[in-house]
């Protein structure tokens, strides 16, 4: 009897430690796999591995854009992550734009972890087209995409600068702009992504380009934070570019348990400077960058930021 209660005992024992030391499934939505936000996704994933020693373990999906990563708060449950610029939480929140339709319950559920580097707008043509100002975009031909943040923000700043209907649009997804730029079909295209974006690293190095600065004027229309590109950032584009930007933010919901947000945002901050090393965009994300956050903090996310000392704004507890 000793030894038939031992054996279950050790059975017992083997069991919780098999619970104890279970992974943690994650799943990550981020963007296109065109963008630079797929392959900061992909970064974040290794670094969560990284961070909790394999005991969380993130899967990147794909997205068509932060209106759909957000959307799908009304279907996902458990440990759903997604990054979305603040300004849509807030327009969800309320049952305002694209989400006038939508139940805000599963909304207000919606709870912030960490800022990823900020949405830049690249307004990309070739090199030898001649063209470096948005005035000389009439008549030309662009590839903006469809459904993302750029593609919505590029249409809104033709419009804000005088030239609705007078730039073409190319009725194409973005991943093809680069080989659309080789091949002539188009002038330029529009992209988003954080600096420096893979899509355009790839035209300058491959076919050469020009980025179109914006005024202070056209930027004081657009009611977006000015950002300045450094000279350098992309082969051959040797000046500094002048353009918008927009905070993006990962986001979970109550669904997730406080020690899981606790873990995934304590291993994001003790990996950025691994990953700054790699790829230059994480270079620039500070937890000063929390202010721009809007909707509050996960209650794990906010312990780690009070276990490191970090100033919290008030909106945010």
């Known amino acids: 009897m000793t030894r038939l209660m031992g054996v279950f005992t050790l059975a017992a024992l083997l069991a919780c430690s098999s ?3 279970a992974e943690t499934r994650v799943t990550y939505k981020s963007a296109k796999t065109s963008s630079s936000y797929y392959q900061m996704a992909v970064q974040i994933a290794e670094a969560i591995k990284l961070g909790t020693k394999g005991e969380i373990i993130a899967t990147v999906e794909e997205s ?9 708060v009304m279907v996902r449950t458990g440990n759903y992550v997604f990054t979305t610029p603040p300004a849509l939480i ?3 929140q309320q ?3 694209k989400f006038a339709s939508d139940n805000p319950a599963k909304y207000m559920n919606v709870r912030s972890l960490f800022p990823i580097p900020s949405l830049t707008m690249h307004f990309v043509v070739r090199a030898d087209s001649g063209i470096k100002t948005f005035e000389e975009l009439d008549g030309k031909r662009m590839l903006i995409g469809k459904g993302s943040f750029g593609a919505r923000e590029a249409a809104k700043y033709f419009t804000l600068f005088g030239l609705d209907g007078k730039v073409k649009l190319a009725n194409a997804e973005l991943g093809s702009a680069v080989q659309a730029l080789k091949n002539r079909q188009i002038d330029g ?4 992504g954080s600096y420096p974006a893979p899509n355009v690293v790839e035209a300058a190095a491959g076919i050469g380009v020009n980025l179109i600065s914006l005024s202070s004027e056209q930027i004081k229309l657009t009611k977006r934070t000015e950002l300045l590109i450094p000279a350098g950032t992309y082969p051959g584009v040797d000046y500094p570019v ?4 927009l905070p993006v933010v990962a986001y979970a919901t109550t669904d997730m348990a406080d020690e899981i947000a606790y873990q995934l945002t304590k291993a994001f901050w003790q990996q950025k400077e691994k990953m700054a090393q790699n790829n230059a965009w994480w270079g620039g994300v500070s937890t000063a960058m929390l202010a721009n956050v809007y909707g509050k903090l996960h209650p794990g996310a906010l312990r780690y930021y009070q276990e490191m000392g970090v100033e919290i704004p008030a909106a945010l507890r």
Do not use: I
């Open 189 to 192: 295209f529009a992209t988003s």
């Open 90 to 92: 807030r327009l969800a």
């Open 242 to 245: 002048t353009t918008t930007s």
């Open 19 to 21: 619970f104890v030391h």
């Open 95 to 97: 049952s305002k734009g």
């Open 64 to 72: 068509q854009g932060s209106v759909q990563n957000v959307k799908e």
